[in-house]
């Protein structure tokens, strides 16, 4: 019994043995052959870092294709501070003479926690080449520092269109906050004004990848491990933006400017400060701004590589103007008589005025049962008698259009002064809100409303002393004439007027045509957008643009129009002087051309510039007479009459 159990025990062990090797044999095989690759990419995981690729910015061009900024090649030093390692402060003092920039602000740059780890950090560029050729030879004496070609924007044309496009500069905190949801990690160059901001997304591209290997330690073995992934460069912007009309736009701004400082001031007798100015084209068929012009301006291209506070500060200095400030969409302005139109398009809503009436334009105009005794002056001290709407607007009688604004607060009474109709009716054509167009900062103006007027005075009664802060009927007169406290921008006049030269529809304005990959295939069109229609008729819309020919042809601004061929290319327009005491009068001119089929809506504004006659209408006329291929005539050094 005892040697057959013997027997069946080996015969059980030997078994077991053979299954226990066969196992481990399998589980070798399993390890060395099946999961090699597995267990080797977990290993290379470890070893592998992952630093991204900044992709090239997508060009900005105008409507004919034309560069207007672009990207040229500049050599940037960058810092691994990894691979510094214990001798990094004598490398980055030696680096900061080398490179005369301050040395906190080096430190404070490569210490930056908006860079990753193994992301090298540009600390310059535009790098002379003798300061490259110096760190190659020195390389020993900068561990850590090296040099590569990056792209930086290029601006072609200069300072043209400056506030147009805008600028480029380090991500802050706040655009990090916003943007990173969407992929960005802090090390950007991005859009900071113009619609370098406001096309970011689009013109910025898709960031790569390439892999660096380094060991346990964290030292970089290989800087080129495994292929890159490649970064995508954004899309090219076109703009609706003409070069050759902006030039033009440009200099007649610029020249406005000169001829206002030589006008005298009938009232002090000394020239007019023309201190900054606006113009702007729009087509009113479409929305679309082919030129826009603002003075003082600024030069692009002194952002690239970031300023200090001292070289920021003369672009924010009051001494200086703002030149960074882009009046056509962020000045607020009186209007002065370019509103006229559009309250004589309300008369016409509200029947309070008919295209048949006529109306009386006296010298001067008193509130009735006003115990103040306040006087309104037309602004000439004449009694023209009972005249025409158009003839009104032609003329600029400012009685009128008092009496249009006193009918408003009268209705504004009668609705238990609930309904402030005057505001409801400006708003509905523009005025007092934001138009849309796809540049940051816009201002929406100001439509004062009863609870305007209140808080303003209520909190400020230092200034206002005993003012009352009821809504008075001198405040609806005051807001007849663009005076008071309405206040418009350029912008928002070009898009009112363009409602009046294409028969009534309000646009939304737009400086972006539309948006390309670098090999022409479109990725968004920007379409045209009808936003609002004037609350009048047709008929009506057309009769407002025809009696603006009168301002041209016999009215105020007929001697800033002489020798211009109104007979082939008909121009309706209107002249404005806005009164912002104690500084010198605002001069405005608004027009349309051909006025029969406008193509054209031109606004031009000249702060402390004179009367809208003597140095806005000869700016326009500047324009209009490039527009139109015709030979300038001396208008902006002669000046016109007053308004």
Known sequence: MTEPRTRMRLKVLATLFVLIFAGITTRLWFLQVLASEQFSALANQNQVRLVSIQPVRGLILDRDGNVLVGNRPSSVVTVDRLAMRE??????????????????????????????????????????????????EHERDFPGVDYELSSVRDYPEGVLAAHVLGYVGEISEEQLDALRPVGYLGDEIVGKAGVEATYERLLYGTRGQRAIQVNAQGDILDRDFGGPKPAEPGANLVLAIDTEIQKLTERSLTLGIQLGRRTIDENTEIPFKATGGAA?????????????????????????????????????????????????????????????????????????????????CPGEFVVPKDESGTVFNNWEPVNRGFITLAHSLAISCDTVYYQFGYE????????????????QDLGQMGFGRVSGIDLPGESAGRIPTRAYKFDLIEDNRDIYGDALSLWLPGDNVNMSIGQGFSLVTPLQMAVAYSAIANGGTVYEPHVGLRLERPDGTL???????????????????????????GVTEIGTADEAFLGFPLDRIPVAGKTGTAEVPPKQDYSWFAAMAPADDPRYVVVGLIEQGGH????????????????????????????????
Do not use: W
């Not at 200086?320 to 016409?348: C, D, E, M």
């Not at 990725?523 to 020919?549: F, N």
């Not at 700016?619 to 007053?642: C, S």
């Open 87 to 136: 001798s990094g402060e004598e490398v980055l003092l030696r680096l900061s003479e080398l490179l005369d920039v301050n040395i906190d602000d080096l430190v404070e740059r490569v210490n930056s926690p908006r860079y990753a780890p193994y992301q090298p950090v540009p600390v310059a560029e535009d790098v002379p080449e003798e300061t490259i050729f110096y760190l190659r």
């Open 612 to 643: 809208g006659s003597t140095t806005a209408a000869p700016l326009v006329r500047r324009i209009l007479e490039g527009l139109f291929g015709l030979q300038p005539a001396k208008t902006l050094e002669d000046g016109g009459v007053t308004d």
């Open 523 to 549: 990725v968004r069109r920007i379409a045209p957008e009808a936003v609002g229609k004037l609350p009048i008729t047709p008929r009506q819309v057309a009769y407002l643009r025809d009696s603006l020919r």
């Open 280 to 360: 702007v084209v729009m087509d009113p068929r479409n929305g679309q701004i082919l030129a826009m012009a603002s003075f003082p301006t600024y030069e692009p291209s002194l952002f690239l590589g970031g300023l200090t506070a001292a070289e920021r500060a003369p672009l924010e200095d009051e001494a200086n103007n703002f030149p960074q400030l882009n009046r056509v969409i962020q000045g607020k302005y009186p209007a002065g008589s370019t509103f006229k139109p559009f309250v004589a398009a309300g008369a016409l809503k509200r029947k309070m005025a008919t295209l048949d009436g006529l109306y009386d």
């Open 408 to 423: 408003y607060y009268v209705r504004y009474v009668r609705s238990g002064k609930q309904s402030e109709i005057m505001q």
